[in-house]
């Protein structure tokens, strides 16, 4: 009796799996058995993000706030789900997708679309980069454990080196203003 009362209680423990953990399951096997080239280990613990191949589905995701992350966030230097959508974002958006989202009304977005932008033509890039001189919005920048709010102006410029872009950095009245001759 005692081991049929066991036996009954270990097949409900292994049954009784959370939503949550069946839908992660799914999700693993849906990444796993994929026909994608991309390796599902490359964005893990954000798997998921290997699956997707539209642009517009990792805006959304992006869309939520105006908290800009950068690769590793937090004391231990976690990998920010954020960047690893930035980073998903930046290999299946086009030149011309993404010279669309530096127009986007979420500064976040402005920020992230401009950073793959830079990567994948930076010629193009610094074409664009007069428009951000004056983009007087800012983020909140999350980069390891420091949390501070940032102009976009400054996010972007700090991807290009200053002899490509002949920016001076002023400061005047106590605010960071961003020159490009």
Same mark, same amino acid.
């Given at each position: 009796m005692k081991t049929k009362i066991l036996i009954a209680l270990l097949g409900l423990a292994f049954f009784s799996c959370s939503d949550s953990s069946k839908k992660d399951i799914t999700a693993r096997k849906r990444i796993l058995n994929s026909d994608t080239k991309y390796y599902p280990s490359k964005y893990?613990?954000?798997c998921y993000l290997g699956v997707i191949s539209d642009p517009n589905e990792i805006v959304s995701f992006l869309n939520d706030s105006s908290d800009l992350e950068s690769k !590793?966030? !937090?004391?231990e230097g976690r990998y920010s789900e954020r960047y690893a959508q930035f980073e998903r974002l930046s290999e299946i958006a086009s030149d011309t997708t993404l010279l669309r989202l530096t127009h986007h009304s979420n500064s976040k977005i402005r920020v992230y679309a401009?950073?793959?932008l830079i990567e994948k033509n930076r010629s193009l890039a610094l074409k664009e980069l007069p428009r951000f001189k004056n983009d007087n919005s800012t983020v909140i920048y999350y980069s390891s454990d420091t949390k501070s709010p940032m102009p976009v102006s400054l996010l972007v410029a700090g991807r290009f080196e200053p002899s490509e872009t002949k920016i001076k950095y002023v400061d005047s009245s106590g605010f960071l203003k961003i020159k490009v001759f």
């Open positions: 893990c613990p954000y !590793g966030i !937090g004391l401009m950073w793959a």
